[in-house]
């Protein structure tokens, strides 16, 4: 493990950044950006492990963009999904070269709609990693395994 230098503390707050960045702009329905994330990224679901499940996604933003939208329901004007990605348990591991880092996360879904009161719709956890590119930190993989499923009804256009 890197000793705690600042630049090791720097990658951990980019990393942190970016995970949280992804719960805001999905729950403001800005799935744009949300795909734009990950555009030199695999993402897709996974197994308890980490293991790739199902159809994956390799820098694929447009193909991300489309998985969101044929899944995520949308509700009143503007459009959201009334939804609150609550992110915990944040783990980040570093690499010794501060480049490249890797996180395990938990999350939860919280959502409300006219018809459903507020209350957890999923549960599971993100396999994530990054990779510091042209001074920017990204995404290379976003894959997420679900845990716990409650109702889906006003959250889903479609089976997991």
């Not at 992110?87 to 939860?108: G, H, I, K, P, W």
């Not at 957890?120 to 930190?137: N, V």
């Amino acid at each position: 493990m890197t000793p705690y230098t600042l630049e090791r503390l720097g990658a951990v707050e980019a990393v942190r950044d970016l995970a949280h960045r992804y719960t805001h702009l999905i729950d403001e329905g800005r799935l744009e950006e949300v795909a734009e994330l990950f555009t030199r990224a695999v993402y897709g679901q996974c197994d308890g492990d980490g293991t790739p499940v199902g159809s994956v996604r390799d820098s694929d933003p447009a193909g991300v963009l489309a998985a969101c939208r044929s899944f995520i329901q949308m509700h009143g004007a503007p459009p959201r999904p009334r939804t609150k990605h609550v992110v915990t348990n944040l783990r980040v591991e570093v690499a010794d070269d501060c480049r490249t880092a890797t996180s395990l996360s938990y999350f939860t879904v919280l959502q409300a709609t006219e018809s459903l009161p507020l209350q957890p719709i999923l549960s599971g956890r993100y396999f994530d990693a990054f990779a510091e590119i042209d001074g920017e930190w990204q995404f290379t993989q976003r894959l997420t395994c679900i845990d716990l499923v409650g109702d889906l009804t006003s959250h889903a256009r479609r089976d997991l």
